[in-house]
Every structure is written in structure tokens, then in C-alpha cells.
């Protein structure tokens, strides 16, 4: 929550690696806040920190009003299908 927060008055880091650190559905929840604010941030690395289909979701909905994030690794979170399916 804290680094979610602070991702949101955040104006100069352009990457993030949190790879394993098993933030889960409510970690992604806080990082969606965090990107419909954020717009400095490119390049954000989620891999392995089971977020599941509903924090794919949250995560995808956050970015229709983001225009700096470029890339978005996702692998090893259990999202399947419907959950990949919120970012087409």
C-alpha cells in the first residue's frame, strides 16, 4: 500500500521490478490506483506475485487512462483466459 501510494506522487521512476514479491490481488488493486494517476512510469515487472484474474482485471481497466506505461510483465500470476481477456 505504501509503495502504491507513493507511485501515485510519483513524477521520475520509469521502471519497477517487483518480481516475487507476491503482491497478490491487493497489491495489483493498489497499483491499478497508482497507474491511473502515475504517468511517468514505462515499464512495470509483476511477475510471479499471484494477482489472479481479478487483479489482471484491475490492472487493465487502470491503464485505459494511462498513456506512459509501455510495457507490462505478467507472467506466473494464475490469470487465465478471462483474465487476459480484460486488456484486448
Same mark, same amino acid.
Given at each position: 500500500e505504501a509503495l502504491a501510494d507513493a507511485l501515485k506522487v510519483n513524477s521520475t521512476l520509469k521502471e519497477i @521490478?517487483?518480481?516475487r514479491n507476491e503482491i497478490s490481488y491487493l497489491g495489483a488493486l493498489g497499483f491499478a490506483d497508482a497507474l491511473k494517476i502515475n504517468n511517468a512510469l514505462q515499464c512495470?515487472?509483476?511477475?510471479?506475485?499471484?494477482?489472479? @484474474?481479478?487483479?489482471?482485471?484491475?490492472l487493465a481497466q487502470a491503464l485505459n487512462g494511462n498513456n506512459s506505461l509501455m510495457k507490462l510483465f505478467l507472467y506466473g500470476n494464475s490469470i487465465s483466459d478471462a483474465g487476459a481477456g480484460a486488456f484486448a
Open positions: @521490478d517487483l518480481y512495470i515487472n509483476l511477475w510471479n506475485n499471484n494477482i489472479g @484474474d481479478k487483479g489482471a482485471e484491475c
